[in-house]
């Protein structure tokens, strides 16, 4: 047993670890991606301080090769000596995830050196893409570096090479550099580096660490310019708050003319008039003028269509920004304003230019994209085109895929036919809401078939024949086949059983209810008190509520009103912010609010919507209606004052203690919560037919009202479920490190017993007042709860593990009772977990044997717990 729990534990401190490691690293240079291609081993560049990692994580697919020995001694950074070649695949993409995620700004930089690897003195020739968009064709005999600025579309950016059948394409290195929003902002599409020019600067380069976003000055002359004499300093020049922070190393030099009455001209012969070039012209005044003098110049097209004046103060850099500018000829030129002798002629330090580069694609919808990322995943999908974007651009779309190309583009079909898959049938396939055709057969797919492939509105062909699939056939999947809107294929399944009902799986208590399709399930829950609560309360209230099918609607208007125009933020969960509200009636009231982004919440809050309006008891946190007009979705709860139990033994209350109430939770207290919850469990589990698993029990989610009474809220997880062995098999990974059940991560069976298991750590953490994974002071280390207190417990001590903000203020039977119950309730393996009900009955017990302990007892209602009260 201990063993199981110490392995968890440690995997965990493991994860957690890396992770750390990860961050720290990450911190010497905020926010960069370096990545040196093909290498072998991540090191930190001894001129820049850069740190390089392998591309390991980054790509899955290519070779890693060296340059040629001809070239390896010379004098070139070692991140151009190694690379990744792309032998297989049209195209190969490199997935980038910065920390700041999307609609932010960043430099891109992608690098490659022949160095004739191949020995074959054949550079290649291919395309480079950003995401879904062409970027640039990569010719070595141009060029190495090539770079862009570019606004994230999405978290993940790819980089991609594209074979065009002139050789094979690789990559040296790849680099992202996170820059300030403000700056190099164009209206839509990207930049694409042209020239960045250090003017009147050495033969040689400036980058990190002179410059914070490690763009690359290359000194340069113009020789029909004069030199002007750097008069100062780089750090003069660096102290300044400049957004575009240019260098003081690059700004201090400059060139100029030789009086006020020459002007200079710099020009651009473009290859292709239709291209579009933005410039950024840096300027800064490095000399001390006579007194009374400024500097003033105006830059300017030729053709008129750009000017723009600016005035130069003593060591303080401005940049000019051009319009977009186009033709044959770009002509611009830098004069004095006044073109007198005796005034300072033009200066220019440093200039920048781009070409404009617009999205012509638009990615395929994320949640398509997100659906097939993970189904890749799950079985490890041998395909060289299954990399980038899946539908787009159109010609690299994904082998086995068609889609629609509207706007955004969808996966329609998807055929997976003979591909080798093994394990279950994956529900990230249900969240292909387009899809019309899924192939899935001749693999060895096993376990039952998902009934929420019934979910899928316009799936038209189902393929699963020629696999080892078994249970029986959702019955609304069999709806959809006998109504003639499903083309279902089942053959060559021995274990699968086809007839209904179901011979072979006769479910032996008769009367559980089977499973039919989820939105269905949904609505066979009953919760037997609910009803007799719900015909109460219709007696007392007068409700307009009935039974299951419809609560009060709220239009989103009233939703805004009774939130103050969403003013007061609450909180914020895995769906969405909650605000307070108030209702009419000036009850106090808890508003989730659905963001609108996620369609995977937006399954989750209807389901939690569903069940709450039919699911009450005391201890379960209420519903008092809900909004779903088509964008904005809101869940109106009842208002629990005093938050949740995890700020209460943590001390992070905000409410101020009073005599009743102080600020630490008592002793008592403490009892009556776990009484509280255990009693909120009970009804879930065994108060509703079928029943109800929460999934995500954790201190977070039991909320205590205005007298600390607790309840058990967020029914996001919870799923109504029936099958023999009332296990629900499920697939995508629910609940919180430290609370998982250590057999629900191996096997993946999710049981009534993985909430007991949650709820004995709740009852840990109520005895000890610490979280479920602890976290030394300096948070360099983390343990489970378990892992500490377990051996502390088996030695005989219970004093040590007891919250030291009780001050020794408990019973000590009753704390020792708890403990044993907290123990049974996380042994390793369901089977050695006692149900629910039995828990709360020891739980009362300790609460009886409490009173009649040392300690004076406030009134001790017991609840026979089977009563619900109505609100
Ligand atoms: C992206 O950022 C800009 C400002 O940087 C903001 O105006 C815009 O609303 C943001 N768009 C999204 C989709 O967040
Ligand atoms: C600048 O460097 C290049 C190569 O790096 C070299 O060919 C050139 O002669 C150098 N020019 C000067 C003025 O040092
Ligand atoms: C110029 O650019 C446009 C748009 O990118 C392209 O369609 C056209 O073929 C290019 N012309 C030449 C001569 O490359
Ligand atoms: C740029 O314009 C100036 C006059 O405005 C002209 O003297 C110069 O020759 C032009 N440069 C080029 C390369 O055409
Ligand atoms: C430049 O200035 C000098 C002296 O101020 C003047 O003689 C000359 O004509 C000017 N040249 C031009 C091209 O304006
Ligand atoms: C995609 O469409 C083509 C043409 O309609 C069809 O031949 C092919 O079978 C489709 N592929 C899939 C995966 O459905
Ligand atoms: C899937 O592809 C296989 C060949 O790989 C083909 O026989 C089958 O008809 C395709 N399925 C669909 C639904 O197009
Ligand atoms: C099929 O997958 C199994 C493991 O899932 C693997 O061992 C086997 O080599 C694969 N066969 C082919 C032909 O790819
Ligand atoms: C179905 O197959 C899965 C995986 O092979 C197995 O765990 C499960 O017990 C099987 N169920 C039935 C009812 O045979
Ligand atoms: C399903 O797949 C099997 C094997 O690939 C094939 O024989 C059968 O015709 C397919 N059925 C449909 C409806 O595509």
Redesign the pocket.
């Known amino acids: 047993m201990e063993r199981s729990i110490t392995a968890f534990s440690f995997a965990l401190v493991a994860a957690l670890a890396s992770a750390l490691v990860l961050m720290v690293q990450a911190q010497l240079n905020p926010g960069f991606i370096s990545i040196d291609c093909g290498a072998q081993n991540s090191y930190t560049d001894y001129v820049t301080n850069i740190d390089f990692f392998t591309d390991k994580g980054f790509i899955e697919s290519g070779e890693s090769m060296q340059i040629s020995t001809k070239f390896i001694g010379q004098q070139f950074r070692q991140w151009l000596k190694n690379l990744r070649r792309f032998p297989s695949g049209m195209r190969n993409c490199y997935t980038l995830k910065p920390d700041k995620g999307k609609n932010n700004t960043y430099l891109i930089r992608a690098s490659f050196w022949y160095a004739d690897y191949d020995d074959k003195n054949r550079p290649p020739i291919f395309d480079l893409y950003i995401d879904v968009n062409h970027w640039d064709t990569v010719d070595n005999s141009d060029k190495t570096h090539y770079e862009i600025v570019y606004v994230a579309q999405r978290d993940d950016i790819q980089v991609c090479l594209v074979n065009i059948g002139q050789g094979v394409p690789f990559i040296s290195a790849l680099e992202l550099r996170p820059l300030d929003n403000s700056i190099y902002h164009i209206e839509s599409g990207f930049l694409r580096l042209w020239k960045r020019y250090d003017v009147g600067g050495p033969n040689s380069t400036i980058r990190y660490p002179d410059d914070v976003y490690d763009r690359i000055w290359e000194g340069w002359n113009s020789p029909f310019w004069l030199m002007l004499n750097p008069g100062t300093s780089a750090s003069d020049l660096s102290n300044n708050n400049d957004e575009y922070k240019v260098p003081g190393e690059v700004l201090r030099t400059a060139q100029t003319a030789s009086d006020a009455n020459t002007t200079l001209f710099y020009c651009l012969l473009p290859d292709n008039v239709t291209s579009k070039f933005i410039w950024f012209f840096h300027f800064a005044e490095t000399q001390i003028l006579p007194s009374g003098q400024q500097r003033e110049l105006t830059v300017s097209t030729r053709d008129g269509r750009f000017e723009e004046t600016v005035g130069l103060e003593y060591l303080k850099p401005v940049t000019i920004v051009s319009t977009p500018v186009s033709g044959s000829q770009i002509n611009f030129s830098f004069k004095a304003t006044t073109m007198q002798s005796g005034y300072p002629p033009p200066i220019i330090n440093a200039f920048e230019f781009f070409q404009i580069k617009e999205l012509l694609n638009a990615p395929t919808a994320q949640d398509d994209v997100k659906a097939l990322t993970s189904t890749k995943a799950e079985y490890t999908v041998n395909k060289d085109s299954w990399q980038g974007d899946p539908c787009v651009p159109r010609k690299f779309a994904w082998d086995?895929m068609n889609c629609s190309y509207g706007n955004p583009p969808r996966v329609i079909?998807l055929?997976?036919?003979?591909s080798n898959l093994s394990g279950i049938i994956s529900s990230s396939l249900s969240n292909l809401l387009e899809l019309e055709?899924?192939?899935l057969?001749n693999n060895q797919l096993t376990g039952a078939i998902p009934e929420t492939l019934a979910n899928l509105p316009k799936l038209r062909?189902l393929?699963l024949s020629g696999n080892k699939l078994n249970g029986s056939v959702p019955n609304a999947l069999k709806r959809r086949h006998e109504d003639k809107t499903l083309d279902l294929s089942l053959n060559n399944n021995p274990d699968l059983c086809q007839e209904s009902p179901c011979s072979k799986k006769k479910a032996k208590n008769s009367f559980l209810v089977p499973v039919v399709a989820s939105v269905s399930v949904v609505f066979v829950v009953i919760c037997v008190l609910s009803i007799g609560l719900i015909r109460r309360k219709r007696t007392l209230e007068s409700s307009e509520r009935t039974l299951g099918l419809k609560n009060r609607p709220f239009k989103y208007e009233e939703v805004s009103r009774i939130t103050g125009n969403f003013g007061q933020v609450i909180g914020e969960g895995g769906f969405g912010k909650v605000y307070l509200g108030a209702l009419d009636n000036s009850t106090v009231v808890a508003v989730k609010i659905l963001s609108e982004s996620s369609k995977q919440g937006y399954k989750e809050f209807q389901a939690e919507a569903r069940l709450l309006m039919i699911v009450h008891h005391r201890n379960l946190v209420s519903l008092f209606g809900y909004c779903n007009e088509s964008r904005h979705m809101a869940l109106i709860y009842e208002y629990m004052a005093n938050g949740n139990l995890r700020q209460h033994l943590s001390g992070k209350v905000k409410i101020p203690p009073t005599e009743d109430h102080p600020k630490v939770l008592t002793w008592s207290k403490r009892l009556h919560i776990a009484v509280d919850a255990a009693q909120g469990l009970d009804y879930l589990h065994n108060g509703c037919k079928p029943p109800i698993i929460h999934r995500d029990l954790k201190t977070t989610n039991i909320l205590l009202n205005e007298d600390f009474q607790a309840k058990i809220a967020d029914f996001g997880l919870s799923r109504a479920f029936a099958t023999e062995n009332d296990i629900y098999v499920s697939t995508c990974p629910a609940g919180t490190p430290g609370y998982l059940d250590p057999e629900f991560q191996s096997s993946g069976n999710i049981t009534k017993k993985s909430d007991v298991y949650s709820f004995g750590i709740i009852l840990f953490e109520l005895i000890t007042g610490r979280p479920a994974i602890m976290r030394s002071r300096d948070g360099s280390t983390t343990m489970h709860i378990l892992e500490w207190l377990i051996p502390i417990v088996e030695s005989g001590d219970i004093h040590s593990i007891m919250d030291p903000r009780l001050k020794g203020e408990f019973d000590i039977n009753s704390a020792w009772k708890l403990v044993e119950i907290a123990m049974s309730c996380t042994r390793p393996t369901a089977i050695q977990r006692p149900d629910i009900n039995h828990v709360l009955a020891e739980l009362k017990e300790s609460l009886v044997s409490k009173s009649s302990g040392s300690f004076e007892m406030t009134s001790l209602e017991l609840h026979s717990d089977i009563a619900p009260i109505a609100r």
């Open positions: 086995g079909s055929n997976l036919s003979s055709s899924l192939d057969s062909i393929n």
